[in-house]
């Protein structure tokens, strides 16, 4: 039995069936592979395109979504092996996966890091332990990476590219760019953003303002490795006008500085410095008739201009609707294994 935990786990060939799936779900395809079954959605974070598209897909599908938010409409839950709980959890995770996979026919937990420790919080101990302990598939709706996002993306690209006349992926300039925001935020989608443009064979391009700023070291090796395995190639700049010439597709999100992981205070004078990340119109300029992204939410003229997010260049849109496709195409590979 397979999960969708990270798309590390996953081959290229393995991904492009499942976007090629989703291109079908897009023009229409009728399927009920989920007839009859129910899907447990675990949310121990807030969404809004997540929910809304898993519980849709699900109901298209045939199926019944169940939703959850631990702590709320259901008992704490403790993740640690060997605790002694006598603090605010109710029930493990041990007998929380052994349950639900008796009620549920696929499990998608959404738990994002808690900002505290990174050494902790990298170990993504949340879904690890549904994973280890359900008897059904697990999938991720984001914790330290974001892989549904990350096909949603991969799918508005080949959809851009092709419209646009620019053919597959290989060897385009991709950027993935930092951009300022008042809070520090997960590390996710940028670490997502990493994994699947290199596995798809991109040159891939990180701005970000200094070294504080560098996504962890395992995804950035990782990108390394799907380099050498499908090609492409993988840097890292701090120079704006040089990351954004004649790139192909733009992706900008915004990260907190791993280095101060957890007492954010002495980081924010830092960050302060850099609004002049923001996307705007001359930046997108220097790009080679380049394409525009971002996950959402964003502030607007914080991370990105209303002009860039206006502009037909942008597919966030897109990008967001293909969260529905693509997590059908999982959920339909992960049923029928």
């Known amino acids: 039995m397979k999960h969708y935990i990270t798309t590390a786990d996953w081959k290229q060939s393995e991904l492009q069936e499942m976007l090629d799936l989703a291109q079908e779900f897009k023009q229409g395809l009728d399927d009920e592979s989920l007839k009859n079954k129910s899907v447990a959605l675990l949310f121990f974070n807030p969404s809004l395109r997540t929910r809304t598209s898993f519980e849709i897909g699900t109901w298209q599908m045939g199926g019944h979504a169940i939703v959850l938010e631990p702590g709320k409409n259901a008992w704490p839950i403790e993740f640690e092996l060997g ?13 929380a996966a052994k349950v639900l996979s008796r009620y549920c026919d696929l499990i998608c937990i959404r738990a994002f890091p808690k900002f505290e420790n990174w050494n902790e919080d990298r170990q993504d101990k949340v879904i690890k332990t549904f994973a280890k302990y359900a ?3 697990v999938i991720n709706m984001e ?5 549904c996002q990350e096909l949603a993306h991969m799918q508005a690209i080949q959809e851009k590219l092709a419209t646009q006349g620019k053919g597959g992926t290989k060897n385009k300039k991709y950027l993935l760019t930092w951009t300022y925001h008042p809070k520090p935020l997960n590390t996710a989608v940028a670490n997502s953003s ?6 798809f064979g991109m040159d891939v391009t990180l701005l970000c303002p200094n070294e504080n700023y560098l996504l962890d070291e395992r995804y950035m090796n990782l990108a390394k490795q799907n380099v050498e395995q499908y090609g492409g190639s993988f840097q890292v700049t701090h120079n704006i006008e040089e990351a954004y010439q004649d790139a192909d597709v733009v992706y900008a999100k915004s990260w907190g500085a791993l280095p101060f992981f957890g007492y954010w205070e002495p980081e924010k004078p830092m960050r302060d410095q850099y609004k002049h990340f923001i996307v705007n119109e001359e930046k997108m300029a220097l790009t080679n008739n380049g394409i525009f992204s971002h996950c959402l939410p964003l502030r607007r003229n914080v991370k990105a201009t209303d002009g860039v997010m206006d502009a037909d260049y942008c597919f966030a849109i897109d990008e ?8 059908k195409a999982i959920m339909k590979k992960l049923i029928n294994q």
Not at 83 to 95: F, R
Not at 143 to 147: E, F, G, M
Not at 194 to 199: G, Q, T, V, Y
Not at 320 to 327: D, F, I, P, S, T
């Open 83 to 95: 605790s002694v709980m006598d603090q605010q959890a109710e029930e493990h995770a041990i007998e």
């Open 143 to 147: 914790t330290i990476t974001h892989p």
């Open 135 to 137: 008897s059904v598939p």
């Open 320 to 327: 967001a609707e293909n969260r529905l496709h693509v997590q």
């Open 194 to 199: 990493l994994l699947i443009s290199s596995k």
